[in-house]
């Protein structure tokens, strides 16, 4: 099969390959640096599907704020790591200056390798001063033998032989002996979970929201065990009243100090809200429904008490929950406009995975620190398994909350 190739057999024409420049993705914010070397011949240099033009948009968009709404199957995750590739070949970000973020430690093991894996690819061709001549490599035979080699070890004993002759036929000054720099051995873009990313804000910065520095991280688990010994301590008038088991209050308990701290609510506001609400029901309770949500209202009061002892025995205790941690890291970024510009120009560009099951406290803190900077949310509202956490088409954007210079969001996908 002829040399360049789309994976399946769909020939690419070579002269357009070798000629063509990045399409432009946006009338707005540019580059402060051409784009000389596009997605497509990337892929097609590291052996790897061409992304479709929907992908291709994703990835060599502009750097401003934008929402990649990505269904299940669509590559989002090779679609992510083509756009880090991207922008380090053409040279617009260091490696390290890229930041990506998702919810589980799986999921950013998961892309840190595949983001690693293609970037210890393409840094083959840039130590080799290779990158400029890359479209014209891809447009011949030059590469053929690298991708016929079998997968490992053959292959990358191929690629070296091949880019040393390469480098050589071209002049482009590379001495094989040269050993590689540590920096080009340590310099790698952070992935990480949204809460180690604020825990580590937190950490570093905590002096200045007046905690420990060093308190320890509950688990879900741990948390709900303070939360029970609160409330079967507790001696609250109202509290026999409320016909739920023990393990529904504690459930409601921890539920309701986690959603206080998310949405920044005023607990004598949830209370007196709760209380005008149940004395709206009272002439439609013979109504069952209605009157299961009155019973449910006027029980916030005694629920509002025992948040109240829960947050005080975690003080008491010096530890902290999920909860805690990103709204930490929000009141730090918001304060301190110093620790803010200085993470800002850390993470230039900065990579947002399952956008749609950020909660609102997540949301307002990301848009405080990153709003109008190089974001790129990732996500799928149909897949989203945090509704209950108040989620809404108005919060799904990058650049969602509080600001006086509201953020536009470029719908890429």
Not at 35 to 42: F, K, N, P, Q, R
Not at 126 to 134: A, D, E, Q, T, V
Not at 190 to 210: K, L, M, P, Q
Not at 302 to 328: H, N, P, S, T, W
Request: aromatic share 4%; proline share 7%.
């Amino acid at each position: 099969m002829p040399y360049p190739h789309r994976p399946g057999g769909e020939r690419v024409n070579t002269t357009d390959v070798s000629n063509a420049a990045p399409p432009e993705t946006a009338a707005g914010s540019t580059w402060p640096t051409p784009s000389l070397i596009s997605a497509e011949v990337i892929a097609l240099a590291l052996g790897l599907p061409v992304p479709t033009e929907e992908q291709q948009r994703v990835i060599q968009a502009p750097p401003e704020p934008a929402l990649v709404v990505a269904g299940a199957g669509s590559g989002k995750t090779e679609t992510m790591s083509g756009r880090v590739v991207w922008l380090v070949a053409n040279g617009h970000v260091r490696a390290d200056e890229v930041l990506g973020l998702t919810f589980t430690r799986k999921a950013a093991g998961e892309l840190g390798e595949r983001i690693g894996t293609r970037l210890e690819t393409i840094g083959h061709f840039g130590r080799r001063g290779l990158l400029p001549h890359l479209p014209e490599l891809v447009a011949s035979d030059a590469l053929r033998r690298v991708h016929d080699a079998a997968p490992g070890a053959q292959r990358d004993t191929v690629r070296t032989q091949v880019l040393d002759a390469l480098a050589e036929r071209i002049g482009t000054g590379w001495d094989p002996r040269t050993p590689r720099s540590a920096e080009d051995l340590l310099i790698r873009p952070r992935v990480s979970t949204y809460n180690a990313f604020a825990d580590g804000i937190v950490r570093e910065h905590a002096a200045r929201i007046g905690r420990d520095p060093e308190a320890a991280m509950l688990s879900q688990s741990a948390s709900w065990l303070i939360a029970r010994a609160v409330v079967l301590r507790a001696e609250l008038p109202g509290l026999e009243d409320i016909d739920r088991a023990l393990g529904t209050v504690i459930d409601a308990v921890q539920r309701l100090a986690a959603e206080v701290l998310d949405h920044r609510a005023d607990l004598d506001a949830v209370e007196r809200i709760a209380v005008q609400q149940a004395a709206a029901f009272e002439p439609y309770r013979s109504n069952g429904a209605v009157d299961a949500a009155a019973l449910n209202l006027l029980s916030m009061p005694v629920l509002v008490a025992l948040v109240r002892d829960y947050i005080a025995e975690k003080e008491r205790r010096g530890v902290l929950d999920f909860a805690d941690q990103v709204g930490g890291a929000f009141d730090i970024v918001e304060s301190a406009p110093d620790v803010r510009a200085e993470l800002r120009e850390q993470h230039r560009v900065v990579l947002l995975d399952e956008y749609q099951d950020t909660s609102v406290i997540q949301t307002r803190f990301l848009a405080a620190l990153f709003r109008d900077s190089a974001v790129m949310a990732v996500g799928d509202p149909h897949q989203s398994i945090y509704g209950w956490r108040g989620r809404a088409p108005t919060t799904s954007t990058p650049s969602a909350g509080r600001s006086r210079r509201p953020g536009r969001p470029r719908r890429t996908a």
